[in-house]
């Protein structure tokens, strides 16, 4: 049942009363496996004109409602979670770091220690603010792009950069959606809390594709979706973040391949806020 509210975005009430009414109409039969129960098709056997009939009608449906596609990535991701034993060791270790205190780990020094793997490449960090994560960028990269529609974010970044001596590291004034980068430049563009400020996230998305090279890399870093409305009014949030069904399907309309999309971080505290990391190849 948990995986069908995932899937369809419903409530338990409402996908119980649909299976009970699915179920005496003979389309879909149970199987219980411990604490779980599992639903399907019922089999072609036994079937009569009327259960034909309803499954007809029920193909015609899925061929013509516009939900079905959005249902069925949905699908695909829940079985991609399923079967990922990776991500339920990632979730159960990342849940622990931190939490008993040892000297000199923190996610800062991890962060830190795994900047020093990227290659010197082509760098833009879109929505970059101040540019906290560019700076640290910078030291490694070829060139760093930070672009944000801040003109003050701009001025401040820039003053800090040239107090640092980063010579590779350029702001530029801009928009997410329209960033001024060159066609096919980039190696590895970065969202990083920024793609829930775009008016048209899809735009956004598509933007980052062109200033990519063949090849280049993609990571988006945001909110999972939630219902903390008062984020709009105290950090300008436009979108309540973003479901990982969303960001896959943005992804692949905008023509990512190899797309990733999971949680990676559960804050504790009220609103209880959750990250999701999204990463694509152009």
């Known amino acids: 049942m948990a995986e069908l509210q995932d899937i369809l975005g ?3 009430s409402r996908i119980s009363s649909h299976l009970a ?11 219980r496996a411990g604490k779980n129960v599992y639903y399907g098709p019922a089999k072609t056997a036994g079937r009569n004109g009327a259960q034909n009939r309803v499954h007809q009608v029920m193909r015609t449906l899925a061929r ?19 079967h990922d034993k990776a991500r339920e060791y ?45 700076q640290l960028l910078a ?37 997410i959606e329209d960033p001024p980068v060159q066609k096919n430049s980039a190696d590895l563009a970065i969202l990083s809390q920024a793609l829930h400020h775009a008016i048209k ?13 063949k090849g280049g890399h993609l990571i988006i870093l945001d909110l999972l979706s939630h219902r903390f409305e008062k984020a709009r009014e105290l950090y300008a949030d436009r979108w309540l973040g973003f479901s990982e069904v969303q960001l896959l399907r943005l992804l692949e309309h905008a023509g990512f391949r ?24 152009k």
């Open 90 to 134: 990632f979730d159960q270790l990342a849940g622990k770091f931190g939490r008993s205190y040892v000297p000199g780990r923190s996610w800062k020094a991890l962060a830190h220690a795994l900047i020093t793997l990227l290659p010197p490449q082509v760098i833009v960090d879109l929505g970059a603010g101040e540019g906290t994560l560019s």
């Open 21 to 31: 009414q699915l179920k005496r109409a003979g389309v879909v039969e149970d199987r």
């Open 258 to 281: 190899e797309v990733d999309v999971r949680v990676v971080s559960r804050e504790t505290r009220s609103p209880h806020f959750q990250t999701v990391l999204a990463t694509a190849i």
């Open 201 to 213: 996230p899809e735009r956004a998305i598509g933007s980052v594709r062109r200033i990519l090279k």
């Open 139 to 175: 030291p490694r990269a070829r060139k760093v792009i930070a672009i944000d529609n801040s003109p003050k974010m701009v001025a401040f970044g820039s003053k800090l950069a040239k107090q640092h001596g980063f010579k590779n590291l350029e702001y530029r004034l801009g928009d």
């Open 64 to 82: 013509e409602i516009p939900e079905t596609g959005r249902d069925r990535t949905a699908l695909r991701l829940t079985l991609r979670k399923r």
């Open 10 to 12: 419903m409530g338990q």
